[in-house]
C-alpha cells in the first residue's frame, strides 16, 4: 500500500502502466464488470434490467446516456439522507461540489474511497513519468493550494469540493511525502479560512524554505499566476515579516498565526537577499527560479480554460519548465500526463483504462454549418453512437462518456477530446474545448478554443504599448436585434482609443467560424462588442464564486457567462469602463 511506501518506486509505476496499457480493451471490460458486480444491486441499475449482466453491450444496450440534469433527482435524494442503495453498491457519505464557473452554479456529485484511490493513481502514473525526466531529491513543494470549507447537507453528509476531499484524506499527504512533495506550508495554511492570508502565508513558506524547493504548483495555472501577481504586491511587506520575524497584522486567523510563529525568526541576511533579488528583476521575468534557485519545474494544469495564463506563466518561470497535471473534472480522472517533456500547448493524456469506463461519442467535424444546420433540424438527425476507447480513431474529435465506481454511468462529461496518438492500445487525448461552452446567435458555432484564439490574435495590439490581457470572458447579448458578442476585457494598463478599436475589431475578425463570418456579412449577427473593465472585476468575479463555498483550487474564469449566470453578468456590466463596437463587416 502507498502509506508504507517511504519513496515511491517510480519503475514499478511505470511496468505497471506499460502492462495495463497493452491490451486497453481486456481491462476495460474488466473495470466495467467490477463497476457493475459492485454496484449491480443499486436502485439506479436495477430500474434498467440489466439482471446481472456486466458486458459492455448489454450494458448500453440498457443503461442510456445521461447529463448531470438527469442524476439530480437520485443525488438530492441522497443529500437529503437517504440511505438507501440509490446510485452505488455502498451508501454514499460525501458529496463534491464543482467550482460552478461553467453553468453559473455548483452541482454535486458523489465522492467515494474509489475515487480518491483513482485520484492518488493518477498521481503516482503521472509523477513516475515526471521524474524519469525532471528528478526531484527530497526537497520541499510550494504549493498553492487551499481547502474550502466542508459543511453538512441535509441529510448530513459532508459536501465540499473535490480537491478539498483529497486534500483532508490521510493518504493524500502519504502520497506526498511518497513522491518526494511535500508542501512547505503547514496544514494550517492550507486549511485556513482565509484564502487571502492562507496564499500570503504559501509565499513566506516558500521564501522561508527558498533553497529547498524543487517545484513550484498548484491544481490550475491560474492560481500560480495569481500566486505571484499578489506577490509583486506584497513583497515588501514579505521582507519586512523575515527581517524582523514578526508576522505581518494581515494575518488574523489563529490557527494560521500560530503556525507561521514557529516558522518565523528574524533573519535580515535572507530578507537583504530577496529584496536585493526583486530589485534586480526586469518587470519580474524569471521570478520563480530567481526566488527558488533550486526550482525543476512548474506543475499544475495548463490546458484548456488555462492556457490562456501560459503567457504570463512562462514570464515568471523564465528558463524553468512548465509542465501541466492530469486530465479530470470533479465526476473524476481520466488520463495522466506521460509526456511531460511536451510544452502545455502540445500536451497529451493517456487514459488510465482500469479506474474507469470510457465510451467516446464521435463529432462531426468538417461540415458545412448551413448543412449540419438543415440536417439538424429535421426528424431523421440521430447522434453518433458511442465508440469504445480501443475503437476511437487518430485525429478525430470525441465527447467524453464515463462510467465510474462512484454512480456515474454513461455520464456525459461533456469535454471534447482530438485523439493524438495511442501509448500501447490506450489513446492519448488532446483537451480541445467544452462542448456546452459556445458562443452561438443562430448557424454560429464558437467554443472556448475559438474565443481564446481571438483574444490571442487581438492581445497582440496591446502587447505592443507594454500591455496585456489580465484576464477574459464574453457574453451572447440577444437583447439588441440582431443579436450579437461581447467580449469583456480587464487589461493592465491603460490603452488608446485607437487600439482599442482596432482589438475590437481584430476579435470581429478572428471568428473564422462559416456560420459566423457568412452572418455577420448579411449582419444577421450584429457587431461585435468588446468591454473593458476596471481593474479588479475578475478579483470580484473569484470573490463571488468563493462565497458560493468554491475552493481557489478549483476556480476557473467562466469564459461565457449567460443570463443564467446573472451574478456574474452583473459584476461585469457593472464594472465596464469603456465600451466599442467592431467595424471589421462596415
Known amino acids: 500500500m502507498l502509506e508504507k511506501m517511504e519513496i515511491l518506486d517510480v519503475d514499478e509505476v511505470i511496468a505497471e502502466f506499460e502492462e495495463i496499457t497493452k491490451n486497453a480493451e481486456r481491462v476495460q471490460r474488466e473495470t466495467l464488470k467490477k463497476i457493475l458486480e459492485e454496484n449491480g444491486f443499486a436502485e439506479y441499475l436495477q430500474n434498467f434490467g440489466l439482471n446481472g449482466r456486466t458486458d459492455p453491450d448489454s450494458f448500453k444496450a440498457c443503461v442510456p446516456l445521461v447529463t448531470h440534469k438527469d442524476l439530480e433527482s437520485y443525488i438530492q435524494r441522497i443529500m437529503d439522507g437517504d440511505n438507501s442503495l440509490v446510485l452505488t453498491g455502498k451508501p454514499i457519505t460525501t458529496m463534491s461540489l464543482s467550482s460552478g464557473t461553467t453553468q453559473g452554479k455548483p452541482k454535486y456529485v458523489p465522492f467515494t474511497d474509489e475515487l480518491m484511490d483513482t485520484t492518488l493513481q493518477i498521481y503516482r502514473t503521472s509523477y513516475a513519468f515526471r521524474n524519469k525526466e525532471f528528478p526531484i531529491s527530497n526537497g520541499k513543494a510550494l504549493n498553492f493550494i487551499y481547502s474550502s470549507k466542508q459543511s453538512l447537507t441535509k441529510g448530513g453528509l459532508a459536501a465540499g469540493t473535490a480537491t478539498t476531499h483529497v486534500f483532508r484524506n490521510a493518504q493524500f499527504k502519504n502520497a506526498m511525502k511518497a513522491m518526494q512533495s511535500q508542501s512547505c506550508s503547514p496544514d494550517e495554511v492550507i486549511f485556513g479560512p482565509d484564502f487571502h492570508q492562507s496564499l500570503y502565508c504559501h509565499l513566506l513558506c516558500g521564501l522561508l524554505f527558498s533553497d529547498e524547493i524543487e517545484s513550484v504548483s498548484a491544481t490550475f495555472a491560474y492560481s500560480i499566476v495569481y500566486a505571484f501577481r499578489t506577490f509583486e504586491q506584497v513583497w515588501e511587506e514579505l521582507c519586512a515579516d523575515i527581517r524582523d520575524g514578526i508576522l505581518t497584522s494581515r494575518i488574523t486567523a489563529p490557527s494560521v498565526k500560530n503556525a507561521m510563529s514557529k516558522l518565523l525568526k528574524p533573519n535580515p541576511e535572507l530578507a537583504d537577499l530577496i529584496h536585493k533579488k526583486c530589485s534586480g528583476l526586469s518587470n519580474w521575468y524569471g521570478l520563480i527560479p530567481e526566488l527558488f534557485p533550486n526550482a525543476k519545474y512548474i506543475y499544475g494544469i495548463m490546458t484548456g480554460s488555462m492556457e490562456p495564463y501560459i503567457k504570463k506563466l512562462r514570464h515568471y518561470a523564465g528558463d524553468l519548465p512548465l509542465l501541466t497535471g492530469d486530465y479530470g473534472s470533479s465526476e473524476g480522472w481520466i488520463a495522466a500526463n506521460v509526456n511531460p517533456q511536451l510544452p502545455p500547448e502540445l500536451a497529451t493524456y493517456a487514459v488510465l483504462p482500469h479506474i474507469g469506463y470510457f465510451e467516446f461519442i464521435p463529432r462531426r467535424g468538417n461540415v458545412d454549418p448551413l448543412?449540419?444546420?438543415?440536417?439538424?433540424?429535421?426528424?431523421?438527425?440521430?447522434?453518433?453512437?458511442?465508440?469504445?476507447?480501443?475503437?476511437?480513431?487518430?485525429?478525430?474529435?470525441?465527447?467524453?462518456?464515463?462510467?465510474?465506481?462512484?454512480?456515474?454511468?454513461?455520464?456525459?462529461?461533456?469535454?471534447?477530446?482530438?485523439?493524438?496518438?495511442?501509448?500501447?492500445?490506450?489513446?492519448?487525448?488532446?483537451f480541445v474545448c467544452r462542448g456546452n461552452l459556445m458562443l452561438t446567435i443562430n448557424i454560429d458555432k464558437n467554443t472556448e478554443k475559438d474565443l481564446q484564439l481571438a483574444v490571442e490574435a487581438a492581445a497582440m495590439l496591446i502587447a505592443e504599448e507594454k500591455l496585456e490581457v489580465v484576464d477574459f470572458t464574453s457574453h451572447v447579448d440577444v437583447s439588441t436585434d440582431p443579436g450579437h458578442y461581447v467580449i469583456f476585457w480587464e487589461i493592465s494598463g491603460q490603452a488608446s482609443e485607437e487600439v482599442l478599436q482596432e482589438c475590437c475589431n481584430c476579435l470581429d475578425r478572428s471568428f473564422v467560424d462559416a456560420g459566423y463570418v457568412s452572418s455577420r456579412k448579411v449582419n444577421t449577427i450584429g457587431p461585435l462588442e468588446l468591454r473593458v473593465v476596471h481593474r479588479g472585476t475578475f478579483q470580484k468575479i473569484l470573490e463571488h464564486y468563493l462565497g458560493l463555498g468554491a475552493a481557489v483550487s478549483q476556480f476557473k474564469t467562466p469564459r461565457c457567462v449567460g443570463l443564467t449566470n446573472n451574478k456574474v453578468l452583473q459584476v461585469l456590466c457593472n464594472n465596464v469602463a469603456q465600451s466599442y463596437f467592431s467595424t471589421a463587416f462596415g
Open 371 to 430: 448543412e449540419q444546420e438543415k440536417e439538424e433540424s429535421t426528424f431523421f438527425y440521430t447522434e453518433p453512437k458511442p465508440v469504445g476507447l480501443t475503437e476511437v480513431k487518430l485525429d478525430e474529435e470525441y465527447e467524453i462518456v464515463i462510467t465510474n465506481f462512484a454512480g456515474l454511468y454513461r455520464y456525459r462529461l461533456g469535454d471534447v477530446v482530438k485523439v493524438t496518438g495511442f501509448h500501447n492500445s490506450t489513446p492519448e487525448l488532446k
